[in-house]
């Protein structure tokens, strides 16, 4: 009630605050001029005044000034400049409308803000990247993709191709926080992680995060991946898509009342699945595969400073694995919007359902079954920003989540099915958060942003819950007690506060040196004991023997523009960091994870610690050419001790992480040709990702008077022996010992690992070329054709090596190599606006 108050006194104290004497608020929106979509992060400068105004993320902007006249200039990246003057003898307000600039050149950019952002902006360890440049970047057959995109940006990785996910900075798949128009999302991916989920089409723009995250974002211990959706055009109807061999895509957009209420719709679904046949992995030849998503967002101006929306999504995947076994999932979420700008204060409310469904639905005669888990969230969230004139702007706000956790039901699906129903329990949880930000200007050449999260987290009944005995690894043996608790009960409590802390000092116009900490707590967890996730992992809930996650990240970095002769412009920065996990989740070997009500038994906590640098050089403008080259180094390590008894990972000694590349490099250009037709290409190097290798294999021996009772029944030597040798034996890990040994008649022997991820598989390489040829203008129907090659150099690089006895039981190995996509790619995509 306390919060409630307190921000009915802002909104009173800032609507009256503009009534100063002599002082007035102007305020206003900023649009582009053909589809009205507000701009964000477009600027208005004044003359005669040290400060301006910076638009938010719904277009608007708002300021407390002096009385008298101003000459004003708009500016916003891609576009042209538009000056104007005003005389403020009153609280006043506008709309400027932004034309798109003629300068094609200047798309292949990763910022969407005006070159220097890089250097003035506080925060560091940030990218941006507009639907433009998305689409001028080879892919994987014709089809621009988000994740691929950011890919090519330092400090992000993946494990390989046709692996769900993402690593940002040494840390996990699952704590990159990846919304869509405000919307969480637990699964990215189209066709087990080949493409992901978002229509490059109904894309404006997105904001990833790496280092300094804003308090207002929480929930995941790594980055922040924002992806905005477009709105309609208010003023006239249009439609756009493309055909690829991949999929088809169509959009729809435009006013249903003009000038007021705004729909665009967005659809796009795979033709056929023939493509999985030119693959050289025999098991992608036997699949089938489809999948389609579709978006929709309805915008409603209830007058130039107030607006709502309502937008939709809906994705969907089907995989089946040879003939026997279907994979899916599915996301489905539905989201309300209240945007306003109240005098100095910015108000943005947002409510939302979603409801993630996955799982796996055997076909085998006699075997049929389905399996559904899913997770259905429900949130509320008041996002606020306050002008404080020359003293920067405070950012505050709070949100409420609502989780039901269902892990599923393993049924029959047939009356002639052997399977046994097992049904598996739903958790229930909350997460509530309050933060407050403030970005301080500090003279002319410090500035600072700071601020506090505080995030809180319950697990609820109804549950079940296990005891085990103290001292000891939790195992079906050391299991004491049941513990039932009802709806009401709060069965287990975690919190924090999560600082956040940015500094950045301007040496010159060009340069500046930067800092930041900041902390990031993460209450759920996917669980996977595979190199790369699959979208049938399942997530779990913190509980009493899964704490929290939390990830304190430290950094630094220097940032200088420069000309050169020919007027191109060139952003250079290199950034540090280091990076301390708490509470990361590893497994006992041969984890098993799926339909297990004490999963807590395959699950031990540790710590992790990552470091690295990023070297980064952009051409943003030149005459024709543009592009970037990166350099990363970057390590991340996890140690996974024998705490109160439980399991030690590698011996307690530190290893690499899965996904631990040390070097990356990364190297996107795009050339125009001539006015219409223009080359892009993007070539990528790491190093190849850490891997536990067999270094022997040992033989097993047993008692000539035991052999019968102790191997067929678990190798348990009988009481009373008195151990002379020891002969390693049995799924239980007994020893066999006896004065009196012999081989086993049938010759059978064991693997010996080293250490776990002491190997590593070979490097990674690939090259992608694609040449775009642009419209003609002028024409009501614009066509355009993009022609791409994925992996020109038809690399095979390596997803995995596994190792089978090459003469049946002998103590002999053949190694092997599996490549996912081992072979060029060609794609032509036809694109087409009306």
């Not at 921000?7 to 004497?21: E, W, Y």
């Amino acid at each position: 009630m306390r919060y409630a108050v307190l921000v009915v006194l802002l909104m009173i104290s800032c609507a009256t605050f503009g009534q100063k004497r002599g002082y007035f608020i102007f305020s206003g929106t900023i649009q582009d001029l053909e589809t009205k979509a507000p701009l964000e992060g477009a600027s208005v400068l004044f003359s005669g005044l040290s400060i301006g105004a910076r638009t938010d993320s719904s277009g608007h902007f708002s300021l407390t000034l002096p009385s008298r006249s101003y000459q004003m200039v708009f500016r916003s990246l891609g576009y042209k400049f538009k000056t104007g003057r005003i005389d403020l003898k009153e609280n006043a307000n506008m709309t400027v409308y932004l034309e798109k600039a003629e300068q094609i050149l200047d798309e292949v950019v990763i910022s969407a803000e005006k070159s220097e952002a890089n250097v003035n902006r506080t925060i560091m360890g940030v990218e941006k990247m507009s639907s433009k440049t998305l689409k001028k970047l080879p892919n994987l057959m014709g089809e621009a993709d988000v994740i691929r995109s950011i890919m090519l940006l330092p400090g992000v990785s993946t494990v390989g191709e046709g692996a769900s996910g993402f690593n940002v900075r040494g840390g996990n798949v699952d704590q990159n926080l990846v919304l869509l128009d405000g919307v969480p999302l637990f699964n990215t991916s189209h066709l087990f992680g080949f493409f992901t989920g978002f229509n490059a089409d109904m894309v404006q723009d997105l904001s990833l995060y790496k280092g300094g995250i804003p308090s207002m974002y929480g929930g995941r211990a790594s980055s922040v991946l924002d992806v905005r959706v477009k709105e309609g055009n208010f003023d006239t109807w249009g439609i756009q898509g493309g055909v690829g061999p991949i999929s088809s895509r169509l959009l729809v957009d435009g006013p249903l009342v003009k000038g007021k209420t705004s729909l665009i719709l967005g659809a796009r679904g795979s033709i056929s699945d023939f493509y999985l046949g030119y693959f050289p992995n025999p098991a992608l030849k036997k699949s089938k595969a489809d999948f389609y998503d579709v978006n929709f967002k309805l915008t409603h101006k209830i007058n130039e400073n107030q607006r709502i929306s309502l937008s939709g999504y809906i994705s969907h995947d089907g995989f089946k694995f040879a003939s026997d076994t279907l994979y899916s999932w599915q996301t489905q979420s539905l989201s309300f919007k209240h945007n306003a700008l109240w005098g100095k204060l910015s108000h943005n409310f947002t409510a939302f359902v979603s409801d993630y469904q996955y799982g796996i639905e055997g076909m085998k005669k006699g075997l049929e079954f389905d399996w559904k888990p899913s997770i259905k969230q429900q949130t509320v969230r008041e996002d606020l920003s306050l002008d404080l004139k020359g003293k920067g702007r405070v950012d505050f706000g709070a949100e409420f989540n609502q989780y039901q956790n269902d892990a599923g039901t393993f049924r029959p699906t047939s009356t002639s099915s052997e399977v046994n129903e097992f049904p598996m329990q739903v958790e229930n949880s909350r997460e509530m958060a309050i933060y407050v930000g403030h970005s301080l200007p500090i003279g002319k050449r410090i500035s600072l942003d700071y601020g506090l999260r505080y995030a809180y987290f319950q697990l609820l009944g109804p549950l079940q819950t296990y005891q085990y005995r103290l001292g000891t690894p939790r195992t079906l043996n050391s299991l004491t007690d049941t513990l039932r608790f009802a709806s009401s009960d709060v069965i287990q409590s975690y919190g924090g506060l999560e600082p956040r802390v940015s500094l950045a000092v301007k040496l010159d116009s060009s340069t500046s040196v930067k800092f930041g900490f900041n902390r990031m707590q993460q209450f759920m967890h996917l669980l996977s004991n595979t190199m790369a996730i699959s979208p049938v992992d399942i997530w779990k809930n913190s509980n009493a023997y899964l704490p929290q996650q939390v990830a304190d990240q430290f950094s630094m970095g220097v940032f200088k523009n420069f000309t050169n002769a020919q007027n191109a412009v060139f952003e250079a920065s290199a950034e540090f960091y280091y990076k301390r996990l708490s509470n990361v989740i590893d497994y006992v070997d041969g984890a098993a994870l799926y339909l297990n009500p004490t999963v807590e038994t395959e699950l031990v906590v540790g710590k992790g610690r990552a470091y690295g640098a990023e070297f980064f050089l952009k051409k943003a403008r030149g005459l024709r050419l543009t592009g970037w080259v990166s350099y990363t180094y970057a390590r991340s390590f996890r140690q996974v001790g024998a705490t109160d008894g439980q399991y030690a990972a590698n011996f307690g000694k530190e290893f690499p992480a899965n996904f631990d590349m040390p070097h990356n490099f990364k190297f996107v250009l795009n050339n125009r040709l001539t006015k219409r037709i223009s080359f892009n290409a993007n070539f990528t190097y790491t190093s190849g990702r850490p891997i536990t290798y067999p270094n022997g294999r040992y033989k097993i021996y047993a008692f000539n008077d035991l052999y019968d009772y102790g191997y067929a029944n678990g190798i348990f030597p009988r009481p009373g022996l008195t151990p002379t040798t020891y002969q390693y034996g049995g799924s239980n890990n007994t020893f066999l010992t006896s004065t009196t040994i012999r081989p086993l008649l049938d010759g059978y022997s064991s693997p010996s690992f080293t250490l776990r991820n002491q190997e590593r598989i070979p490097f990674y390489m690939r090259l992608d070329i694609g040449f775009t040829i642009e419209p003609k203008e002028g024409k009501r129907w614009q066509g355009s054709w993009n022609f791409s090659i994925y992996n020109i150099l038809s690399r095979q690089n390596a997803y995995s090596i596994f190792f089978r006895s090459s003469t049946g039981l002998i103590n002999q190995a053949r190694t092997y190599q599996l490549s996912v996509l081992g072979a060029a790619i060609p794609s032509v995509t036809y694109n087409f606006k009306f």
